[in-house]
C-alpha cells in the first residue's frame, strides 16, 4: 500500500476480497475490493443508489454478502454467530437518521451497550458515557431525551454513543444528509477530531470539503461498483474516469 | 490489492451450533415435532376417551335422525321425526346468514346515519348521535341481546291483548305477526323484472359513464336506476294482473295463525345486532370523513365545484376507502355475534348444531371443527374480497 | 405614495352575532332554517327520551323495602337490585370471607395506581409488584391456602367472576400475544406458519366457539382423571381468544416502529432477544397502549359470554335473580343495572385510551 499515510501502520482493519451481493435478483455489489488499514480515514462517495450504503452495511453484517470475503479485524465474517457479535462490539456504525433509541435519554442510550454486551458495571458505563458526552460537547444534555435536541446535537449523540462501546473502527453512512446547513458543521468537526486521533474510518458522504482534508483515500462508486479510488487531491483534481468527472461535475456545481 | 491477512482461512469452517441458518432450521424442526407430539398427545388421549364413553366418530351422524323440534325453519322442511343433524346444520347455516344479511344492512343504515349526525354542526344533534354511540359501544352485546328478548320483546302484551295497526299487522309476546303474500299464476314475472331491472342499471350506469366522458353530458343514473328496479317489476304485476293474494293472520284467542310471522328470537337478535354494530359504524364512517381533510373541501370550493358534488365526487369515495376495509371487519364480526342467538334460542348454527345436536350426539370433535369450518369461510370470503378491493384501490392510487 | 403605520390598532371586542349564549346558539343550533327545524324536532326527541329514563329510573323508582311487595311498578324497582347486592358483587362467595376479595382489590387499585401515576419515579418495582406479586397474593387470598378457608371456585361469581376472568386473560393474553406477534414476523417460515395459523384461526371464528371448544374438547384432550375445573376452562378459552387479538395489536405497534431501531441495537452488538426486550418492545408496547385498552374493553365485554357455559359472572347472576319466582318481572331493571355497571367501566377506559393517545401524539411531535 504505496498510499499509506504517515500515521497508519501496516495493520489491516478492513480487508474486502472479490465480494459481491444480490439483492433477489438484483446485483447491487459487483466485485468489491478493498482493504483499509489501521488509522486509515476513507470516503466513500457516489450517486444515489450505487450501493455506497449496502457496502459498508455489510462491513457489520447488517446485510448479508453473498459471494467473497470480508475480513474485519482478523476475523473474517461468515455465518458464525459469535464472529458476527464480536465484530459488531468492535465496529461502530453512525446512520443518516441517527437511530437514537426515543424512550431513553442521552445517557442511557450511550450505556445501554456497554452494560448488556460488555458487562462494564453501571457507574462505570455512565463514567465513560459522560467522558464521550463531554468530547463531543453535549454533556449538560444527558438527561434529556432524544426528542428534545435538535438534530446536530442527535448526530452527535450517536456518536458517542457508538464511541461507549471502544470501538477500533467507525463507519459512517451520510451521518450529515439530514441535517440542516447550519448543524452540518458541529457534527464534521466531531468527525474530524475523531480523525484526528487516528480512529479508523469508513465515511460515505458527499461532503467534500470534509473528504479534502480529512481522507486518505476517496472511494468512488457507481452502480454497484468501485470505479475510481485515489487520494482526494489526485481524486478531485485529476479524476480518471469519466463517470467520476461527470459526478464531480455535478456535485461541485450544485454543492 | 490483496494483503495477506492472519486467520484469513481460519474462519471459513463456522461451527454448525454458531450459524444462524443451521440454528433456525433446527429450531423450525423442533417446533415441528414439537407440534406434531402435541397433536399425537390429543388425538390418543381423545381416541381413548372416546372410546371409554361409548362416543362414535365419524360424520355418520350427519346422517342420523335430528329427533329435535327447531323453533325457526326458513325456506327447508324440517321434520324432527325424518330430519337429520345434516339438515339442522343447514338450517343453522341458513339462519345465521338470514340474521347476519339483515343484520348488516340495518346496521350499515343505523352507522351511516349517526356518523354523519355526529358531525353535525349542529349541537344537539352531534350531542344525541354521540350519546348513542358511547351508550351503545360500551354495554356488552349480550346485555343488550337480553334486555330486548327478555325485558322489552317477551315481556309485550299477550295474544289478546295484542297491539294492532290497522286488522292485519300485530304485535305481541310471540311476534311481530302480518299478512303474507300469496303467488298466483304469472307471479314469476315480478321476481324476473327485479333481475332485469338490476342488469339493465348496470348497464345504463356504464353507459352514462361512457357518454359523459365522451361527451361530457351528465346523465340521472340514480333515480333512473330507481325507477328501473322498483318500475319494472310493478309494471309486471300490472301486466300480470296482480298475480298474488294476501293471506291475513288469523287472531284467535290465544293464537293467531296463517301469515307471516317475525318470531321474537329473530327480532331480539336482529334488532341488538343491528344496534350495536351500528354504534361502532358511525365511529367508523365518522372518523372516515374525517379522515379526508379539509383542505380537500377547501381545494374543491376553489375550483367552484357545487357542495354536494363535492361530496359525491370528492369526499365520500375517498372517505369510503377508509372506511370499507374496517366496515367489512363490522360486518365479519356482526356474523360471528349472530352466535351469541344460544342465549337467546334462536336456531342459529351455535345454538342448534353446536348445542343441541352436539348434546344427542356427543360428537364434539365434528361438529365443533364444522362450526369453526362455517366462519372460518365467511372470514376467508371476506378477506378475499378486502384483498381484491386493496389491490383495486392500489391501482387507483398509481 | 407611502403608507405607515405607527400606531398599533386598538384590540376591539367582537361582534355580538359571535360570542356570547346568543352568538353560540346561533352558530350551533339556528345557523339555517333546515338547522332550526332539526334543532326542535331533536330537542323534542332528547326531552322525551331524558324524560322517560328519568320517570323510570328515579322519580317514580322504589328504592325503600325488602320484598317485590314493595315494588309499585310505576317506575323501576331498584329494592331488586338492593336485596342481592352481595349476591351481585361476589356470587356465591361466603359472606364471612368476602372481605378478602376486597383486600384483593384494595391491593389491586394501589398496584395500578403506582404503575400507571407518576409518583414513583422508577416504573420497576411498581410493575414487578402488579404482575408478579398480586397475582401470586391473590390466588391465596381468593382460593385459599395460609390459615385462609378454602373457597371453591364454583363460588365465586358476580362482579368478583367478572373481574377475574378479565384480568386474569388479560395478564396470560399480553405476553402471548406478544410472542405471538414476534412469532409472526420471525424469519422462520415454519414459526411464522404456525403463528398465523393460530391467528387468524382464532380471529375467524366467534369467542362462544372457542368457549365451548374448551369447555367440551379439553376434558377430552386430557388424559383420564385429569380435568380442570370450569372456570380454568373458560380461562383457557378467553386467554386464548384474546391473545390472537393481543398479537395482531402488538404487530401493529411492531410494524410502526422504523427499521433503523433494529439496525442500531444490531450495530450496537446487542442480540436478538436483547433488541427486542431493551429497545424494540418497550417502544412497540408504549404506542399500543390505547389499543391494547381498547381490546380489553372488548375482552372485559366478552367475559359475559361465561353465561352460556354455565360460569355466574355478573350478567348470568343478575339473570338468574330476574327468573327467580320471588322477584318476577323486574328484568329491565335487572339489564339496565348491568348495562350501566359494564358502561361505566368500559366508558372510563376508553376515555383513558383517548386521552393516552393524545398523550403520545403530542409527545411524538415534541
Ligand atoms: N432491501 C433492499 N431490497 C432490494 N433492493 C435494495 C434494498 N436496499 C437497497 N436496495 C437497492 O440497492 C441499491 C443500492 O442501495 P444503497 O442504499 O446501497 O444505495 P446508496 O448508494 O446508499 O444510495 P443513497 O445515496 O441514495 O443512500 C439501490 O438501487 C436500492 O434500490
Ligand atoms: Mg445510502
Redesign the pocket.
Known amino acids: 500500500m504505496s498510499e499509506a499515510a504517515k500515521h497508519m501502520n501496516d495493520e489491516v482493519a478492513i480487508q474486502i476480497n472479490g465480494m459481491h451481493k444480490w439483492?433477489?435478483e438484483?446485483h447491487?455489489l459487483r466485485d468489491i475490493n478493498l482493504s483499509v488499514h489501521r488509522g486509515e480515514k476513507i470516503v466513500v462517495c457516489?450517486?444515489?443508489?450505487?450501493?455506497?450504503?449496502?457496502?459498508i452495511r455489510c462491513i457489520n453484517r447488517l446485510e448479508e454478502h453473498q459471494q467473497g470475503q470480508i475480513i474485519v479485524d482478523g476475523i473474517e465474517l461468515t455465518n458464525d454467530v459469535k464472529k458476527v457479535d464480536e465484530i459488531r462490539r468492535e465496529v461502530g456504525m453512525v446512520f443518516?437518521h441517527f437511530n437514537l433509541f426515543p424512550h431513553l435519554t442521552v445517557l442511557e442510550n450511550c450505556t445501554l451497550a456497554p452494560i448488556w454486551v460488555r458487562k462494564t458495571p453501571k457507574e462505570e458505563a455512565e463514567a465513560t458515557a459522560m467522558k464521550f458526552l463531554e468530547r463531543v460537547k453535549i454533556p449538560e444534555q444527558a438527561l434529556k431525551y432524544p426528542g428534545q435536541l435538535s438534530g446536530g446535537q442527535q448526530q452527535r449523540v450517536a456518536i458517542a454513543r457508538s464511541l461507549c462501546m471502544n470501538p477500533r473502527i467507525m463507519l459512517f453512512?451520510?451521518p450529515t444528509s439530514a441535517l440542516d446547513p447550519e448543524m452540518i458543521s458541529e457534527v464534521l468537526d466531531t468527525m474530524i477530531s475523531l480523525a484526528e486521533e487516528g480512529m479508523t474510518m469508513v465515511c460515505?458522504t458527499h461532503e467534500m470539503g470534509f473528504a479534502k482534508t480529512v481522507a486518505d483515500r476517496v472511494i468512488f462508486?457507481d452502480q454497484?461498483e468501485i470505479i475510481e479510488e485515489a487520494p482526494p487531491e489526485e481524486f478531485f483534481d485529476n479524476p480518471q474516469s469519466e463517470r467520476t468527472k461527470l459526478f464531480l461535475s455535478q456535485i461541485l456545481h450544485n454543492g | 490489492m490483496t494483503a495477506d491477512v492472519p486467520g484469513m482461512s481460519e474462519g471459513a469452517k463456522v461451527s454448525p451450533f454458531r450459524d444462524p441458518k443451521v440454528r433456525a432450521l433446527f429450531f423450525q424442526i423442533l417446533v415441528i415435532v414439537t407440534f406434531l407430539a402435541f397433536v399425537y398427545y390429543i388425538a390418543d388421549n381423545t381416541i381413548t376417551n372416546l372410546e371409554k364413553r361409548g362416543i362414535a366418530s365419524g360424520f355418520d351422524f350427519l346422517s342420523q335422525n335430528s329427533g329435535f323440534d327447531i323453533g325457526i325453519v326458513l325456506f327447508v322442511d324440517y321434520n324432527a321425526q325424518t330430519s337429520t343433524h345434516g339438515d339442522v346444520l343447514l338450517i343453522g347455516i341458513i339462519n345465521t346468514l338470514a340474521v347476519s344479511l339483515s343484520g348488516i344492512v340495518l346496521a350499515t343504515i343505523i352507522g351511516f346515519v349517526f356518523g354523519v349526525l355526529r358531525l353535525s354542526n349542529n349541537w344537539l344533534v352531534n350531542k344525541i348521535a354521540s350519546v348513542y354511540i358511547e351508550v351503545v359501544r360500551n354495554i356488552p352485546l349480550l346485555v343488550q341481546l337480553l334486555f330486548w328478548y327478555l325485558a322489552v320483546l317477551l315481556e309485550l302484551p299477550n295474544v289478546r291483548e295484542s297491539a294492532k295497526i290497522g286488522e292485519s299487522i300485530a304485535l305481541n309476546n310471540r311476534g311481530l305477526y302480518f299478512p303474507s303474500i300469496v303467488p298466483e299464476a304469472g307471479f314469476w314475472l315480478i321476481p324476473v323484472a327485479f333481475a332485469v331491472g338490476i342488469i339493465a342499471t348496470i348497464f345504463v350506469s356504464r353507459w352514462a359513464h361512457k357518454r359523459q366522458d365522451e361527451t361530457g353530458q351528465p346523465f340521472p343514473v340514480i333515480s333512473t336506476g330507481f325507477g328501473l328496479i322498483l318500475g319494472l317489476p310493478i309494471v309486471a304485476a300490472l301486466v300480470m294482473g296482480l298475480p298474488f293474494g294476501f293471506e291475513y293472520p288469523a287472531m284467535g284467542r290465544f293464537n293467531i295463525s296463517g301469515g307471516w310471522v317475525v318470531k321474537p328470537e329473530f327480532m331480539a337478535l336482529f334488532l341488538g345486532l343491528s344496534i350495536y354494530t351500528g354504534g361502532f359504524i358511525a365511529e367508523i364512517v365518522r372518523s372516515g370523513i374525517n379522515a379526508v381533510s379539509h383542505g380537500q373541501t377547501e381545494a374543491a370550493n376553489s375550483l367552484g365545484i357545487k357542495p354536494n358534488i363535492t361530496m359525491r365526487l370528492i369526499i365520500i369515495p375517498q372517505a369510503l376507502r377508509v372506511i370499507i376495509p374496517p366496515l367489512t371487519s363490522q360486518y365479519l364480526n356482526l356474523t360471528k355475534n349472530s352466535s351469541l342467538a344460544t342465549a337467546i334460542g334462536y336456531s342459529e348454527i351455535v345454538a342448534i348444531f353446536a348445542g343441541t345436536s352436539l348434546n344427542q350426539t356427543g360428537q364434539a370433535i365434528e361438529i365443533i371443527a364444522l362450526t369453526m369450518l362455517f366462519y372460518l369461510t365467511i372470514s376467508l370470503i371476506i378477506s378475499v374480497f378486502m384483498n381484491w378491493y386493496n389491490s383495486r384501490i392500489a391501482l387507483v392510487e398509481r | 405614495m407611502a403608507i405607515v403605520r405607527t400606531e398599533r390598532h386598538p384590540e376591539l371586542p367582537p361582534p355580538v352575532t359571535q360570542t356570547g349564549v346568543i352568538g353560540w346558539m346561533r352558530q350551533n343550533l339556528f345557523s339555517s332554517w333546515f338547522n332550526t327545524i332539526l334543532t326542535i324536532v331533536s330537542a323534542y326527541v332528547a326531552y322525551h327520551a331524558i324524560y322517560a329514563f328519568l320517570d323510570f329510573a328515579i322519580i317514580n323508582a322504589n328504592f325503600a323495602g325488602t320484598s317485590r311487595d314493595d315494588c309499585t311498578l310505576d317506575g323501576a324497582c331498584w329494592v331488586f337490585i338492593k336485596q342481592r347486592f352481595g349476591q351481585i358483587m361476589y356470587g356465591f362467595y361466603p359472606e364471612a370471607e368476602r372481605w378478602r376479595v376486597d383486600v384483593g382489590y384494595v391491593l389491586g387499585a394501589i398496584g395500578i395506581f403506582l404503575v400507571l401515576s407518576n409518583v414513583v419515579k422508577s416504573k420497576k418495582w411498581p410493575a414487578v409488584y402488579l404482575f408478579i406479586v398480586y397475582p401470586v397474593i391473590c390466588y391465596f387470598l381468593f382460593y385459599g391456602g395460609f390459615g385462609l378457608e378454602v373457597v371453591e371456585t364454583s363460588q365465586w361469581g358476580g362482579l368478583f367472576l367478572t373481574l377475574v376472568l378479565a384480568s386474569v386473560s388479560i395478564f396470560v393474553a399480553l405476553p402471548l400475544g406478544i410472542i405471538l406477534a414476534l412469532g409472526r414476523r420471525s424469519e422462520m417460515p415454519v414459526v411464522r406458519m404456525v403463528c398465523v395459523g393460530f391467528i387468524e384461526l382464532i380471529r375467524a371464528v366467534p369467542l362462544i366457539s372457542v368457549l365451548f371448544m374448551a369447555s367440551v374438547m379439553l376434558p377430552l384432550f386430557l388424559p383420564e382423571g385429569q380435568n380442570f375445573d370450569k372456570l380454568v376452562r373458560a380461562l383457557v378459552g378467553m386467554s386464548l381468544f384474546s391473545a390472537a387479538y393481543m398479537a395482531e395489536v402488538v404487530r401493529g405497534g411492531l410494524q410502526a416502529l422504523p427499521k433503523g431501531q433494529m439496525e442500531a441495537a444490531k450495530s450496537l452488538g446487542l442480540g436478538y432477544w436483547q433488541s427486542m426486550g431493551l429497545i424494540i418492545l418497550p417502544q412497540a408496547l408504549k404506542i399500543s397502549i390505547p389499543s391494547i385498552v381498547n381490546t380489553f374493553i372488548g375482552l372485559f365485554k366478552d367475559t359475559t359470554l361465561v353465561l352460556i357455559i354455565g360460569l355466574f359472572d355478573l350478567l348470568s347472576v343478575v339473570k338468574a335473580g330476574t327468573q327467580d319466582k320471588d322477584w318476577l318481572g323486574l328484568a329491565t331493571e335487572g339489564y339496565v343495572f348491568v348495562a350501566a355497571v359494564f358502561w361505566v367501566f368500559c366508558f372510563g377506559m376508553s376515555r383513558y385510551s383517548i386521552w393516552l393517545e393524545n398523550k403520545l401524539h403530542t409527545g411524538h411531535k415534541r
Open positions: 439483492y433477489g438484483f447491487v457516489g450517486p444515489s443508489g450505487s450501493g455506497k450504503s449496502t457496502m443518516q453512512d451520510e460515505v462508486m454497484g
